[in-house]
C-alpha cells in the first residue's frame, strides 16, 4: 500500500478536511443525520476514499459502508462511524473513520475499513442501528416503522437512501468477513486529560439501564382540591428522581440521569394526572445497576403509597456491559505509549455491539474538554495520530500473530 509507515497529525488533518465541511453549519456545529443528504454525501467521501486507497468500496444490506482489501477475507477491519447527534462536533466518529483510512492506506496486511450507519440513532431513536443489523440483533419488526419529527418511516427513509429494508435480515452474513474489529473514538469524558495521556486503551463498556416508569394519579383543580384529597402524579414523579439520585449516590463508580419526564396534562391549574418517567443509570458493574433498580423500586412504591398514586416500572433497555477482546486489548496497550491508562466507557458504540459476536477492541483519544455531542470537542491531531499509530501497530502485531 502508498504511504508511509506511520501515520502523522498532517495526514489526519488533510483527509479531516475533505469530511469536514459535509453538514457543518456557520456556528461550527455538525448535523449529518442517518439517511440526510448529509449522510449521502459522507457515503460518497467514503466510497472516493477507499478506491483512492486501493481498497474496494461497498455497501451491506443495512447501509454500513465498507472497504474492503482485495485479498479473500475475512480480514481485520478498523473504523466507526459518520453520522452524527443534531448540532454535534467535528471529531465523535468521523476522527475514527479517518484514522482507519490511514491505518489501511499504511497497513502491510489486508485489512478493512468499516463506517457503520446511524450509530447516533438521533433521527429515528435507533442507535448503533448498522452495527446492531450486521450481528442480527435489530428488531425487524419494530425498528423500520419508527418515525422522526417530520412523519417519515424508517423503511421509507432507508429506502430513499437505496436500503430495501425487507433486505436488512441479511446484513449478519457480512460478519463472516471480518476476523476483528477496532474503533478508533474520542474520548466523552475528561478522564485522559487528567491522567495526561495522548490515548488509552478502553476495558470494555459499563453496565447500562434505561427505567421507564409511569405515575397515574387524578386530575383535578389546582384550587379547590384539599392536600389530603390529591393524586398528584408530578409530585410523586418528584420524589421517585429525588429517590432514585440517592440510590445512585451510594455508589462511587455510578451515574444516574432523570433523562426525561412527560406530565399530563401539564395544564397550569390542574393537578397533575399523569407523569412519565425516563430514568437512565449506568456503572462498571452490572450488579450495582441491578442493586440501585431494586432499590429505587422500592422506595417508589413507598412513595405512590403515600402519595395516594399508582406507580409501574418497566426496563426500557438494559445492557450488562461487556468486555473487549483480551488479545486485542493486550496489544493496544504494547502498542501504545508506555502508562497509557485503560480506561471503562460509559457511553454505547458499535464496537460494543460488534464485539458481542467478534474479538473487539477500542482506542481513546484525549479530549481536553471532556465535551462531545457539541462542537466544543477538544481534540489535538498530534494526540489522534499517536491513537491511530497504536491502533496500527496492534492490528499489525494481531494479524501477524494469527498467521504464525
Ligand atoms: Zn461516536
Known sequence: MAGDAVITAADLE?????????????SGATTREAW?????????????????????????????????????GPWWACGSHLDSVRRGGRFDGALGVVAAFAAAERAEFPLAVVSFADEEGARF?????????????????DVPARVDDGGVTLAAALAEAGIDPAGLGSAPAWLEKLRGFVELHIDQTRTLAEAGFAAA???????????????RGQADHAGTTRASERHDAL???????????????????????????????????????????????????????????AAVLDRAREIARAAAVEFEARTASWSPGSEFDPAIRAALADALPPGSPSVTCFAGHDAGVVG??????????????????????SVTLADAAVAANGMLTALTALAEGGEG
Open 36 to 72: 440526510t443528504e448529509e449522510d449521502r454525501a459522507t457515503r460518497e467521501w467514503f466510497m472516493d476514499t477507499a478506491s483512492r486507497i486501493g481498497l474496494e468500496p461497498r455497501r451491506d444490506p443495512a447501509g454500513n459502508l465498507w472497504a474492503t482489501p482485495r485479498e479473500p
Open 125 to 141: 431513536n435507533t442507535p448503533t442501528f448498522g452495527s446492531r443489523a450486521l450481528v442480527g440483533a435489530l428488531d425487524l419488526e
Open 201 to 215: 486503551t478502553v476495558d470494555g463498556l459499563a453496565a447500562r439501564m434505561r427505567l421507564q416508569a409511569t405515575v
Open 235 to 293: 409530585a410523586a414523579a418528584a420524589r421517585v428522581i429525588v429517590a432514585a439520585e440517592e440510590e445512585a449516590g451510594r455508589y462511587e463508580e455510578m451515574v444516574f440521569t432523570p433523562a426525561r419526564i412527560e406530565v399530563q396534562p401539564n395544564a397550569a391549574t390542574t393537578v397533575p394526572a399523569r407523569a412519565d418517567l425516563w430514568l437512565d443509570a449506568r456503572a462498571i458493574d452490572p450488579a450495582t445497576v441491578e442493586a440501585w433498580r
Open 356 to 377: 458481542t459476536r467478534l474479538p473487539t477492541g477500542m482506542v481513546f483519544v484525549r479530549n481536553e474538554g471532556g465535551i462531545s455531542h457539541a462542537p466544543q470537542e
Open 14 to 26: 488533510r483527509m479531516l478536511a475533505e469530511v469536514e465541511p459535509i453538514g457543518l453549519d456557520p
